[in-house]
């Protein structure tokens, strides 16, 4: 059962080596926020930008740091740059405790579940609300200034998470991709597998076709050690293949490489592990047209389609199947997410969708969380605790979601109420519209965009006008002393 | 400096013996629901009256237990029994953890912080949220059931917490008396004790005058060995005065008396520690006229007041002055929770007010909670995670305070919304609306219940058109599914 990372797309344009300016800095946070049985305290990296603020209260943009370091996603989420300046906008991002170098514990924070523990989206959050409490009051200017946050895939479920319980300190939330219903009992588990599978049906139904053979064809070719040795050697495979095991670590493989083409199926060149042209499924498609071959050939040219992903560029040596498609990711931390909180359950039948067929079995995952990390998981945590479909109390979030990313199925797709918007950009893959402005960008993410520019604007004027905020003061909010600090 | 227990006031009827009948159970908590760390489980009890429910759906009523034996608070919050056959509600009132037989660790709770750490609001709401969880998926009926939250003081905080940050599990609470703006920078220190103090000064300035000079009298008196023993005997004291330390004790002793008084001056007969007639301040009074006296005269007169505090029934034999006035609450739970996340800062000036000067000493606060918990105090944590006053994203909660009340300074004692709405009993002491009626009740404490009832009313019919409740049966609603018990 292949378990998706909930990823950031990390492509940087071919074309340009876009680069934001800011300032690094560091941040005491407690380990524990909702108890006292641990009082250690760690310390947290975050990324600032003071270039186009409006010291006199002007807005903050803050990025809620989600599974990785958090120079990526600075570097990769140019809508916030963009808008910046037009906003005159305090531009922050936040760290994600246990990813990049805000590790609670060191090199020990994920050694046993003393240590690793405390890696819950609640902690995380409560780390972003003590941060801008903080900055609030050493930021001269910032003390009244109302606070928007985004963030993009398991960010974006932070984001509105935030904005759900945290809305006193952040105005608004823009969500993007968020896929806060991929949760037990909320979003049927077989929908992910299908929309990748549409996203290539589209192109071709041969070319989904071909990838719905494949994995027939793998086992039949890998059941000798001719086969193997011939698979290795078609395709450019860094290690050979020697039995099951190993084949069942290729499918997987080829798994992730096909929702990652899913969730990355931008209209311009990006550059996500591999490098990659525009639309790659198209390029991908353009090479799987025969489903009637036999086994041997079925292979070879699913590997002319694979080489979009693997070797776009020409420069790969060989293909290394031992290696998550998100390396830039730190796959350990979400890795014990997964297993603890974020359970989120995927089945294929390889009839409405082109995977193997496997079913969710939570008993074998839960155990096998339990062997890996010492915990179980806990399935309902998050929909308990953010409360899943039940969103009417929510305000000021918008959710936008693209129709080619896979993630959507479990994301947000309807009108909770006025100021609870769902967003739906057709031509949108993984959060696209977090991403700076491209020139091949669609209409779509540019409308979306532009929705969520206005939301943005609508969220800062109604905190401002509640606040009766005359110049750069504010009635009737509350003043946080700073504390002392007895971290 | 005194630290006053917020506490619910535990008075019994003199004329009957109220009793209501209920169901005792037992569920597993995990002690730790935000952290993985800490994977073990304790047994939470909570009591449940199916007595007038409705199985098809009926609302439940549920008691967010605060600091004490929950069977205590069950026998004392009679509006909830008194309103529950109109409506057909499930009643259930959930104990408090580390109160009562809640103990996490059992006798070790309280020996040292990683045992007694878990002790804070937000584990107990998520307590909250999931037994109403397991209630809903295992009462036949319970799936679909509209949830309204109660309670008084402490819990009158959780009440209003739990709605705000769990609008998906409860639709709509009654917070009465309700402190949560009892915190640092919200609320001067100075009020709570302005509030006692007028209290009596609305019966004679005089009384309020005897009250105020006691102090330097019982320094006066006390200077020396036979001033101690004079006291003593006078004020028939259990055990001797024998210096500074016990002066002191007195002190804090008779600051509680006043304090308490000022809760429980209902309008009829009660039992708190003591039997207390009603209009208990006005029986005080009468006895404390004489402001002039010098300090022997002035403390006899005084302790005449302080006899109806003491020995209404006239069968004290002595005053103990080492109990504190509110014995039947868990002290040691509440003085945890003052040490963490309850800081609430008193200060006295004892010219605004009558008790002696003390100012709020935070450091020294920190220090001591520190020596006797192994703890500090995070004073902002509660506004931080809560909002403090920012409610202005909050939904469907009354704040009901009595002008009586010395909580009430702390208290939401404006409209926030439509739906968050202050309702104020002028005639009225401590959450005297959640106590069951009386004929003595003023007319204030009468409108407000008819107030409460109609937003739980409203309440209850949002909940249930919003979900297309038709019959029996809701749609769009999570279903939550039994987890696995791997606590």
Redesign the interface.
């Known amino acids: 059962m292949a378990r998706h990372l909930l990823l950031l797309t990390l492509s940087l344009w071919l074309s340009c080596c876009s680069s934001y300016k800011y300032e690094t800095y560091f941040f005491k946070q407690k380990v ?8 250690d305290s760690f310390i947290q990296r975050y990324l600032i930008s003071d270039r186009h603020w409006d010291h006199r209260g002007g807005p903050i943009f803050f990025y809620a740091g989600n599974e990785g370091d958090i120079t990526l996603f600075a570097e990769n989420t140019g809508f916030m740059w963009d808008i910046a300046p037009e906003f005159n906008a305090l531009v922050i991002f936040a760290e994600h405790r246990y990813y990049g170098i805000s590790l609670p514990y060191g090199n020990k924070s994920f050694t046993e ?8 989206s ?2 995380a959050l ?1 780390d972003y ?2 941060l801008l ?1 903080y900055l609030k009051t050493v930021i001269r200017g910032a003390k009244n200034s109302p606070v928007i946050v985004f963030g993009g895939s398991y960010g974006g479920m932070l984001a509105a998470w935030f904005r759900i ?5 952040v105005q608004g939330a823009i969500a993007a991709s968020a896929p806060i219903l991929q949760f ?3 979003t049927p588990c077989e929908k992910f597998g299908q929309l990748v599978t549409a996203d290539f049906a589209k192109e071709s139904k041969e070319c989904a076709e071909v990838i719905r053979k494949s994995w027939a064809a793998i086992d039949a070719v890998t059941a000798d050690d001719s086969g193997l040795a011939w698979l290795t050697k078609e395709w450019k495979l860094c290690k050979p293949l020697k039995g099951k095991d190993d084949v069942k670590t290729l499918k997987a493989y080829l798994m992730d490489v096909w929702t990652n083409l899913a969730m990355v199926d931008y209209p311009y060149p990006s550059d996500f592990l591999a490098p990659l042209p525009a639309y790659p499924i198209k390029e991908v498609c353009s090479q799987l047209t025969n489903p009637g071959h036999g086994p041997k050939l079925l292979l070879e040219e699913l590997f002319s389609g694979l080489t979009v992903y693997v070797n776009f560029t020409g420069e790969t040596k060989c293909v290394n199947i031992d290696q998550q498609a998100d390396v830039r990711l730190d796959d350990q931390g979400w890795d014990f997410q997964a297993c ?1 909180e974020m359970v989120m359950p995927f089945c294929y039948d390889g009839v409405n969708d082109f995977f193997e067929p496997a079913d969710w079995n ?2 074998e995952y ?1 155990e096998n969380c339990h062997q890996k990390w010492g ?7 998050a ?3 953010y ?7 929510a ?1 000021n979030i918008v959710f936008s979601n693209g129709n080619l990313d896979p993630w959507s199925t479990g994301g947000v797709l309807w009108n909770v109420s006025d100021s609870v918007v769902s967003v739906i950009i057709p031509e949108g893959a993984h959060h696209l519209d977090l991403r700076g402005s491209n020139p091949n960008d669609p209409e779509s993410v540019i409308d979306a965009r532009r929705v969520e520019k206005e939301f943005i604007k609508t969220w800062i004027n109604e905190y401002r006008s ?1 606040h009766n905020l005359i110049g750069n003061d504010i009635k ?6 700073v ?2 600090p ?1 971290l």
Chains 1, 2 share one sequence.
Do not use: C, W
């Open positions: 524990d926020h909702f108890s006292f049985a641990d009082q579940p003393k240590y690793s523990g405390y890696l819950t609640e902690q409560a609300v003590e409490a319980k945290y809305p006193h300190i037990t009992g909320l603890t939570f008993e839960a915990v179980y998981p806990r399935p309902m945590m929909p308990k605790i409360g899943g479909k039940e969103l009417s109390a305000s509640a009737n909010t509350n003043t946080f002393e504390e002392e007895h």
